[in-house]
């Protein structure tokens, strides 16, 4: 059965896990709300910096009147797409704003409703979710990068909106996402993308169903196992190398693409693990035993393929050629950055805070004056680079359905 028809979403309320707060002239200096019950944060977060303050307030101002945010050029007449609000409204979430409460909550609320309506405009057959095409990120990411944004966006907002119409409006567009997601994904478990570096569209929709599935959405697991195998069979444990195919030629990029698949999968399966547990304690008929047996198996070799491609990466933080990426920051490197950082956080240790501390400073030195960050090939929008670089430097504010007693500072 499709995912249109059986989209169930459970009761867990997404933990962005931050109420609402201020972010007036005078932004607040630190979050003061704990993660909602089902997710949590790898470590304690540090206190928000004034360089995300600025930044933040750099793209406040560019919303427009719709809602949407467009690639932040300064052109006045700049089309709003889904893929660059997408990543504008994670970053306020990221921050602690709740959709529809508290100061910018409106300005969320708003661009929400840009997106679902795009989304519910959309038509029943195609993977597209918009009808703006030729956009600076898809020609650089890929066609279908505004569905996979939006599969992630919408994972992070359900259950948080003001009322229980929206909440149910946000739900079915999320369906509607995931069923697109799901009939069109390929054998292999990758999904057709054309673009400069598809690699990182296929992150983030790896990234997407399993953050719908950690929210209780109704992926099917076949479709998530699908993705999670793509991603391990691009990392070749043997050679201690990453596929390139689809990057670019870029090896920040394979490797920042493949981790992040392969870390998602892991914190799904670690939710899965719990209850795979629990039944076979219970299971009598020999033949689902071996089946709960066999897929526990599979989990711990996932597992296995994340600590040899988080050791190969950590062993790679001190070379500034893998870490410049295409040679100069570009939208594509930001969201390297928090692929990578998703990943190393949960890792801990010194392998996080020599990386968190190198990422910090890189993005704090490139920040421009005016508060926001600009890319200096390819995705050169203010608006995907400055939101990705926010989200690269509160990635410590990134929920996650593992225990903070698996990764400590």
Known sequence: ????????????????????????????????????????????????????????????????????????????????????????????????????????????????????SSIEASDEESLFVTSVRSTQIQRKLGTYIDTFMSSMVLSEITGKMPSPKLN????????????????HQQDDGSWKNEGWAPALAQSMAVKGINRAAQVGAAVPEEVRKRAENKSKRSFDKGSRRFDDRGSAGVELYATASTLSGIQDSVNTNKLRQKEIQKELKTAKKPGRKKILEEELMAMESTEDD???????????????????????????????????????????????????????????????DDGAWKGKHCITGGTFCTSSALLVLMVDRTPVPISKQLARR
């Open 1 to 116: 059965m499709k995912l249109a028809k059986q989209l169930a979403i459970a009761s867990i309320a997404l933990g962005t896990g931050f109420g609402a707060i201020g972010c007036g002239v005078d932004l607040p200096k630190e979050l003061r709300t704990k993660p909602s019950s089902g997710l949590t944060l790898a470590v304690k977060p540090k206190p928000l910096s004034e360089n995300v303050h600025r930044g933040l307030k750099w793209l406040i101002q560019r919303q427009h009147g719709n809602g949407g945010w467009g690639p932040g050029h300064g052109d006045p007449k700049e089309v709003p797409d889904v893929a660059n609000t997408c990543i504008a409204v994670q970053a306020f979430i990221r921050f602690g704003v709740t959709p529809g409460k508290g100061n910018y909550g409106h300005e969320l609320l708003k661009a929400v409703d840009f997106i679902c």
């Open 168 to 183: 149910e409006r946000v739900d079915q567009a999320l369906g509607k996402v995931l069923a697109k997601m799901e009939t």
């Open 306 to 368: 994340l600590a040899k491609a988080q050791d190969v990466v950590v062993n790679r933080l001190d070379d500034e050629q893998f870490v410049a990426g295409f040679g100069t920051n570009g939208g594509e490197e930001f969201l390297s950055y928090l692929n990578i950082g998703e990943s190393l956080i949960l890792k801990g240790g010194e392998a996080w805070n020599k990386w968190d501390d190198k990422i910090t400073a890189n993005m704090n030195r490139t920040q421009d």
